[in-house]
């Protein structure tokens, strides 16, 4: 009796079990479901940190803000206008990347529970963004024209453009089935973590965090350090991800990617340069294009650093009040948040990445 063809699961499950002769890496085809034993404890304990993070909205107060808006400049003005329709857009593309590429392929549960945490995390902060939205922008056109930054900004649209092509690039791919396919993913993951959150991100809380130096937006800087907590926590997941396929499949990470990755940080720094013009226009006292590409520069030479590469540029921070950010509110942050929700965290919070 001739075997009938299989059905496509049961020629999923095929390929899956081929790997059944040895140790499953984390970028294996298919979709692991067992915890115990639990082949990657480390993202597992990710997952606990991040939930004893867990903060709203509705705690960060915006009314002293509302005042500063009619303190700025027109320059200042203009600034924060495109700022908060970068932020409108930015998280909503990770979250789409996250859904769509990284939970697909990464074959763990334990990173599993980290991205569906992760995944809260950004709607947090896309609420965060809209209520930041409503609040300095009282006019509906001028919130539907920061809604729409992606099609009518060119800055915020050329940024947007250099995400969507990394994700265009795995986004069809079901199954990472040959060395090339997970290449591509590993581009992709290193783009969103180096590129996205690592740079284009940093940028951003790099402006806020100018603005609280000289007194002005505290709300905004309040909301930003929780923000900037979470993404720090997914950059360094991310590169997680990435130091463990390097350990079971060393071929992958080779010259011609550390070639690719160095290129594609050059190319962010590019884009997130042409926003810098576009905020800053002829400068601001202690902001301009110039000491942003110097920050930006150096912000990429840390993430090439972290993936073992050689730094590009060799700039350092020109922004004191970056080096100096006070996290003290932070500190607060955790120490209310354990007696008022029961969010037990030990040990003392600091920054662990320099700007």
């Known amino acids: 009796m001739t075997t009938p063809a299989p059905t496509p699961a049961t020629a999923a499950h095929t390929v899956d079990t081929a790997t059944s002769g040895r140790e499953k890496n984390l970028l294996d085809p298919g979709f692991e479901l067992t915890l115990r034993p639990m082949r990657y404890p480390d993202f597992y304990e990710r997952y606990r940190d991040a939930i004893k993070n867990t903060w709203t909205v509705e705690e960060v107060d915006l ?11 027109p ?3 203009h600034m924060i206008s495109r700022l908060v329709a970068f932020f409108a857009t930015g998280d909503s593309i990770v979250a789409n990347n996250l859904v769509l590429t990284l939970y697909k392929h990464i074959n763990s549960p334990e990173a599993r529970l980290y991205l569906s945490r992760q995944l809260f995390e950004e709607a947090v902060h896309v609420q ?6 409503d609040t300095y922008l009282p006019d509906p056109d001028d919130r539907g024209d920061a809604f729409a930054a992606v ?16 994700m265009d690039s795995v986004e069809r791919i079901e199954r990472l089935e040959t060395k090339a396919d997970r290449r591509r993913f590993l581009l992709n993951l290193i783009c969103f973590a180096a590129c996205i959150e690592g740079l284009f991100f940093y940028g951003a809380f790099a402006y806020v965090y100018w603005f609280r130096s000289r007194g002005l937006l505290h709300g905004l800087a309040t909301g930003t350090n929780w923000v900037f907590r979470d993404e720090s926590m ?29 290129a ?3 190319e962010a720094v590019e884009a997130e340069l042409q926003f810098a013009r576009d905020l800053c226009g002829d400068g601001l006292p202690g902001m301009n294009t110039d000491s942003m590409r110097e920050y930006l520069q150096c912000v990429a030479d840390q993430r090439l650093a972290r993936l073992g590469l050689p730094a590009r540029y060799g700039s350092s921070n020109p922004f004191s009040f970056m080096e100096l950010q006070n996290v003290q509110e932070l500190t607060n942050f955790f120490e209310r948040r354990a007696s008022a929700y029961q969010v037990a965290v030990e040990g003392s919070v600091a920054f662990d990445d320099d700007f």
């Open 63 to 73: 009314h002293s803000d509302v005042a500063d808006l009619g303190k700025l400049s």
């Open 75 to 77: 320059g200042e003005q």
């Open 128 to 133: 965060f963004y809209l209520t930041l939205l």
């Open 151 to 166: 099609e009518n900004i060119p800055s915020i649209r050329e940024k947007a453009q250099f995400c969507f092509r990394w």
């Open 234 to 262: 997914h950059m360094d997941f991310a590169f997680q991800v990435v130091d463990t396929v390097r350990q079971e499949e060393p071929d992958l990470f080779d010259e011609e990617m550390g070639r690719q990755v160095t």
């Open 264 to 266: 594609m940080l050059e």
